[in-house]
C-alpha cells in the first residue's frame, strides 16, 4: 500500500493538510491505518479546524483498504495456490536447505538470526549467487555488506570444472540479475519496496524477466533505531514494514530473506533483536552461530509453518 503523498493526486481529499494530520500520529501510509485505533484518529481529528475534512479523509482511507482487500479462499483454494506458486528456491547451502525443506519458500518471509560474524550475510550472498543463476533479485544493502567479490568466489567454487570463458558468462548473466540498493534508514526501504510493488504490477501485466528474491541485509539496522521511548510510532513503523514484505512475498510470489541481529536477555542469553512484536512475522526463522574455536559454523530451526507449536 503506497504512502499518503502518493496518493493526493488521485484523492484531493488526501491533502498535505491530511497528511500532516496523519503524521502527527505517526501515519505515513495506508497500511499504518490498519494498526491504529480508528476511533481515537477520529476523536483527535473532531478537535481540529478541520475536523470535517479530516474525516472525509479517514473515510476515504478506509474505502481504499476495502478496495485492496483480497477476495476471501476456502481451504481448497488456498491449496491449489499453494500448489501452484509457492515454491522453494534453494540457497545452494546444503545444510540450509535440508532444514528449510528444499530452500527459501516463495511467498514467505524468512529470516536469519544471529549475533556479529555467524555467517548471516555469507548465507545471503551464497543465496543471491544461486537464485541469480535463472531469476532476477533485489539486494537492500543497509550497513555496506554486499560483496561482489564474494559472489564472484561463491560462483567460482560452484564452477571450479567449467572453462574460463563459461565462467566468466555466468558471473556477467548472475551479476546482472543482481539489483543492488543502500538504504540507511526504513523511510528510504518504504520508497524502495513501493517502487519495487509498482515495478512488479508492471512486469505481470507486460511479462519479460521478474524478480523473485529480496534480501534485505539488514531489517534489524533499518527498525532499530526507531524503536525505543514511549511512542508508538516505532512500532507502527515495523508493523508497516512486515506486513509491506509479506505482503509482497504473498501476492507477487517472492522470496524474502532478512537478517536479525541478536540482543542480550536475562541470565546472560541472547535473543533476537525487535522484541516480541516482530517476532510473530517471519514465517520461517534460522538461528546462525559460530563456534570460534573450531570455525564452525551452526544453524537451527527456531519457526517454520511446519514446526508444531504448543501453547
Same mark, same amino acid.
Given at each position: ?8 493526486? /488521485? ?44 474525516? /472525509? ?5 478506509? $474505502? ?14 488456498? &491449496? ?14 546444503? +545444510? ?6 528444499? +530452500?527459501? =519458500? ?38 555496506? $555488506? ?35 540498493? $543502500? ?20 512486469? /505481470?501485466? +507486460? ?27 516505532? =512500532?507502527?513503523?515495523? @508493523? ?8 509482497? @512475498? ?15 536477555? /536475562? ?20 538461528? &546462525? ?23
Amino acid at each position: 500500500m503506497a504512502p499518503l503523498k502518493n496518493l493526493e493526486t /488521485e484523492y484531493p481529499i488526501i491533502d498535505s493538510n491530511f497528511q500532516n494530520f496523519c503524521a502527527s500520529h505517526g501515519i505515513f501510509s495506508v497500511e499504518d491505518f490498519l494498526i491504529h485505533d480508528l476511533y481515537m484518529l477520529a476523536a483527535f481529528a473532531e478537535q481540529n479546524v478541520s475536523s470535517e475534512r479530516l474525516k /472525509e479523509g479517514i473515510t476515504q482511507i478506509l $474505502s481504499i483498504i476495502d478496495d485492496m482487500h483480497q477476495p476471501w479462499l476456502n481451504g481448497m483454494e488456498l &491449496l491449489e495456490d499453494a500448489k501452484r506458486n509457492k515454491h522453494f528456491l534453494p540457497t545452494g547451502i546444503q +545444510g540450509v536447505d535440508l532444514l528449510l525443506g528444499g +530452500g527459501i =519458500r516463495v511467498g514467505q518471509l524468512t529470516e536469519l538470526v544471529g549475533p556479529s560474524a555467524s555467517g548471516k550475510t555469507q548465507v545471503c550472498l551464497q543465496t543471491a549467487s544461486n537464485v541469480a543463476r535463472n531469476y532476477m533479485m533485489l539486494y537492500l544493502d543497509t550497513g555496506n $555488506s554486499f560483496s561482489p567479490q564474494r559472489i564472484a568466489y561463491f560462483l567460482g567454487k560452484t564452477n571450479e570444472l567449467a572453462s574460463a570463458q563459461a565462467k566468466n558468462q555466468i558471473l556477467q548473466k548472475v551479476m546482472s540479475n543482481i539489483l543492488c540498493h $543502500s538504504v540507511f534508514d526504513i523511510f528510504a526501504m518504504f520508497d524502495v519496496l513501493h517502487q519495487l510493488e509498482s515495478n512488479l504490477r508492471c512486469q /505481470e501485466r +507486460g511479462g519479460g524477466c521478474r524478480i523473485r528474491l529480496l534480501i534485505v541485509d539488514s531489517i534489524s539496522l533499518l527498525i532499530a533505531p526507531v524503536l525505543g521511548g514511549t511512542s508508538t510510532r516505532g =512500532r507502527a513503523l515495523m @508493523a508497516s514494514a512486515g506486513y509491506l514484505l509479506k505482503k509482497l @512475498a504473498h501476492q507477487h510470489n517472492l522470496a524474502v530473506l532478512v537478517i536479525n541481529h541478536t540482543v542480550g536477555s /536475562e541470565g546472560g542469553t541472547s535473543k533476537p533483536a525487535l522484541g516480541d512484536s516482530w517476532k510473530s512475522i517471519p514465517h520461517s526463522r534460522l538461528l &546462525l552461530s559460530c563456534d570460534r574455536g573450531s570455525n564452525v559454523y551452526n544453524v537451527s530451526i527456531l519457526k517454520h509453518p511446519s514446526m508444531v507449536c504448543w501453547g
